[in-house]
């Protein structure tokens, strides 16, 4: 009887502290679990994945181009659209691309955004070195911290001003509580408080322009590229698009770079890169 109760005692010792043991990873493991419920529903909310912190910095120039080149092949034959660009943009400016249509503007505007990839090259974005980020990463960048002005509007015709507006901040990941107050806001700063629920069609070109404006803002975007958002509007409407530009880059702590051939409008601008073939001349 004393040899049962002897090893009786010792398997309820080790049955406790299996137990013990059992609980504690459960306790680990609900502990990884939450932790990783708050980073999924932080990064939701912020529309983005949390990037590493030594990535990212506000010190020094918003971008910078270094040795860019961009090459296709054409026929079995390589085209050089861009060759050896350096550039830079920093906070809070108003930074133009001037040249002739096919002088590179539009490639370089698209490699500045990562809607493209260099051939050769760096481009280093807010700290990130852009260049070296796969498609979804960059994606993600540009969804936080970009805005696009294309010269065509890319407005949805049949949403009104304030849904294209809103319309972008779904897209953005900006939550929904935000929407109201931040649509009147960014509509009323590019002038249109009154003509906020009008649809693209009842409004004129430089109207639905600012439009364009408003949505590419609405995020809070730290660069805002833009192709050519004068080419289609009159010497008045363009001067009213650039006074719009002038002001969001005070209000907004936004820099724009834009590509232009309008020599209207150049005086505005706080750097101007002049391009012939691909080079900054």
């Known amino acids: 009887m004393a040899w049962w ?4 005692g010792k398997t309820a010792a080790v049955q406790e502290k299996q137990a013990s043991q059992e609980k504690d990873e459960t306790d680990r493991s609900e502990e990884q679990a939450e932790s990783t419920a708050r980073s999924s529903q932080s990064s ?12 990212a910095t506000s010190h020094g120039p ?12 054409v026929g079995g034959q390589p085209l050089h659209v861009l060759k050896g660009i350096h550039m830079q943009l920093e906070h809070q400016q108003l930074v133009m691309l001037r040249g002739r249509s096919g002088s590179g503007k539009t490639t370089l505007l698209n490699m ?19 260049h070296k980020l796969g498609d979804g990463k960059r994606t993600m960048v540009r969804r936080k911290d970009m805005g696009f002005i294309f010269q065509a509007f890319a407005l949805m015709p049949l949403l009104s001003a304030w849904e294209n507006v809103e319309l972008a901040l779904r897209m953005a990941g900006v939550p929904r509580s935000l929407w109201k107050a931040r649509v009147t806001e960014v509509l009323e700063l590019v002038g249109l408080g009154k003509r906020m629920h009008h649809r ?5 070109g430089g109207e639905q322009q600012r439009v364009a404006i408003a949505k590419a803002i ?3 975007p730290r660069l805002l590229l ?13 001067a009213q698009i650039m006074a719009v ?16 051939h309008d020599p209207t409008i150049l005086e505005v601008a706080d750097h101007v890169y002049e391009m012939v073939d691909g080079k900054f001349v």
């Open 245 to 260: 530009f002038q002001n969001i880059i005070q209000s907004e702590n936004v820099t724009i770079c834009m590509t232009t």
């Open 218 to 220: 609405a995020h809070r």
């Open 44 to 55: 939701a909310q912020s529309g983005i994945a949390a990037l590493p912190e030594n990535e």
């Open 112 to 130: 500045i955004g990562g809607l493209d990839q260099p051939t050769r090259g760096e481009i280093w974005f807010n700290g990130l070195s852009f």
């Open 226 to 238: 833009a192709d050519e958002p004068t080419a289609e509007l009159d010497t008045q409407m363009s």
């Open 5 to 8: 109760k002897k090893n009786l």
């Open 62 to 73: 918003l971008l910078v181009v270094s040795g860019v080149e961009r090459t296709f092949q």
């Open 200 to 204: 693209p069609f009842e409004l004129s």
